[in-house]
């Protein structure tokens, strides 16, 4: 499927490869006129690594899965593993491509400043939000699931300063979608601007993922369960 391609007819077919190489230290920009193969040759790269994750982009789905009936401690499972940690693969990477681009086109495109500045505070406070849900919510949510009990902690306490903090997330995300004109990038853009917009859209579009599968699944269940069991 790849062997065929330079690095950057792979990058320009579909965008989110430049995850990949950028990944594994490969130049998908001014030094994507060779293959795969020769890129990972030239580097010391394990070639099939490499051919792996870019074939785990392709497959990526989630649309066999039934959260309404997922387990409350799977389904938390699934948020970290999915949601949490594409964010802490995919966030630094976006954050070097679009503070490259507010670099090198910020003078001709002001908004591309404006945006990586919103996109840094935006990874700051989701760093915060996760970690809060990962130290002290989900392992709640995932005793009461597994254990059929509750500690008297209460749920709706936590679950309220989340869905707060969801509502912050979703107005930066609002405001650098308007600055990019939905990331769309310029005729001119080279591939590190097209990257830097295409990643910030599909963050854009996991983080919503993320928090209707919180905001609409896990916490309302969450509260439910909660209050069965303190009814026992």
Do not use: W
């Not at 995932?142 to 059929?148: F, L």
């Amino acid at each position: 499927m790849f062997n065929d391609k330079t690095v950057g007819e792979i990058v320009t077919d579909d965008i989110r490869m430049a995850n990949v190489f950028k990944k594994h230290g490969l130049d998908f920009c001014c030094g994507g006129g060779i293959s795969v193969k020769a890129a990972c040759e030239n580097s010391g790269i394990d070639l099939s690594k490499v051919l792996h994750d870019l074939e785990a982009v392709i497959g990526d789905s989630d649309t066999d899965k039934n959260f309404k009936t997922m387990a409350l401690d799977d389904l938390v499972e699934h948020i970290y593993n999915s949601h949490h940690t594409y964010i802490y693969e995919n966030g630094p990477i976006t954050a070097e491509f679009i503070n490259k681009v507010a670099h090198v086109h910020g003078s001709r495109h002001p908004e591309t400043v404006e945006i990586a500045k919103l996109f840094n505070d935006l990874m700051q406070d989701l760093h915060q939000h996760m970690m809060k849900e990962e130290r002290i919510l989900f392992p709640y949510i995932k005793q009461m699931a597994e254990r059929s009990q509750s500690n008297g902690a209460f749920v709706n306490g936590p679950i309220s300063v989340m869905m707060a903090e969801h509502d912050t997330a979703g107005d930066i995300l609002k405001k650098m979608s308007a600055l990019s004109n939905g990331y769309e990038p310029p005729s001119d853009g080279c591939n590190t601007y097209r990257a830097a917009y295409a990643n910030l859209k599909a963050l854009e579009d996991d983080i919503h993922y993320h928090i209707h599968l919180e905001n609409n699944i896990l916490f309302p269940r969450s509260i439910e369960l909660e209050e069965q069991l303190l009814d026992l």
